[in-house]
């Protein structure tokens, strides 16, 4: 595709609920990030895949938090048992090359809201 | 830490007005991005500098990496360019962002 897309644009889930996020990252893009971003501040790092290989998850807030990237394309950000302070919005970004100074291009977010 | 700094948090402007947004870090980087995010989240990256200054359309990005500050500058501003302005250093080993909080300009007509 032309851009990163992410799937679904927009979730909400009983608290408790298990959610999947989507993103497909541009074709050829060996760098994927996903970040999340409270009401009214910045973007926060999570997590960080070169290819299927998860070279950092750091920024995961808890062990419900997990991510796969099996063959190094589309990448799933997983929520078990989500709580109301999981409501966020989560960006996905890929980049061109390896680690280091690259643009990366954003997806639109999907945006989560746990009741 | 990498810490991430802008000013201001909200900025209000009339149409035309010539606008600063400014950005400071806190330890050395490889480059620096400015992205611009309108309401619906879309992120589109403006620039990524790492010395000097880069301009496209009506928008500078400069940076001074001895001070650890960067501006981004709009000229005759317009009420399209209504969104939040934020900044982000490369603050991983593996490349991911840091990010400051945003500065939300409103572009009166």
């Known amino acids: 595709g032309a851009g990163v897309s992410q799937s679904p644009r927009y979730k909400v889930a009983k608290r408790g609920q298990d959610v999947a996020l989507r993103c497909d990252p541009i074709?050829?893009?060996?760098?994927l990030f996903w970040y999340q971003q409270a009401l009214g501040q910045g973007p926060e790092f999570l997590t960080y895949?070169?290819?299927?290989?998860?070279?950092?998850k750091s920024g995961l807030p808890s062990d419900r938090f997990f991510a796969e990237r099996p063959e190094g394309s589309v990448s799933t950000l997983k929520i078990q048992r989500t709580q109301q302070e999981d409501s966020a919005v989560y960006l996905c970004?890929?980049?061109?090359?390896?680690?280091?100074?690259?643009?990366?291009?954003f997806g639109p977010g999907t945006r989560l809201t746990v009741l | 830490k990498n810490e991430v700094e802008q000013s201001p948090q909200n900025l209000t402007a009339q149409e035309g007005e010539f606008i600063t947004i400014n950005c400071s870090y806190s330890?050395?980087?490889?480059?620096l991005h400015w992205l611009q995010q309108h309401p619906g989240g879309g992120i589109v990256s403006l620039f990524m500098?790492?010395?000097g200054k880069k301009k496209h359309g009506r928008l500078i990005a400069t940076i001074n990496i001895q001070e650890k500050h960067s501006s981004l500058h709009i000229t005759a501003s317009h009420p399209r360019d209504s969104a939040v302005y934020i900044c982000?250093?490369?603050?991983?080993?593996?490349?991911?962002?840091?990010f400051g909080k945003g500065t939300k300009l409103s572009v009166k007509p």
């Open positions: 074709s050829g893009h060996v760098s």
């Open positions: 500098l790492s010395s």
């Open positions: 895949f070169q290819n299927e290989a998860q070279l950092d």
């Open positions: 982000g250093e490369f603050g991983g080993s593996q490349g991911n962002l840091i």
């Open positions: 970004a890929s980049s061109l090359v390896l680690a280091g100074v690259d643009t990366q291009y």
């Open positions: 330890v050395g980087i490889s480059a």
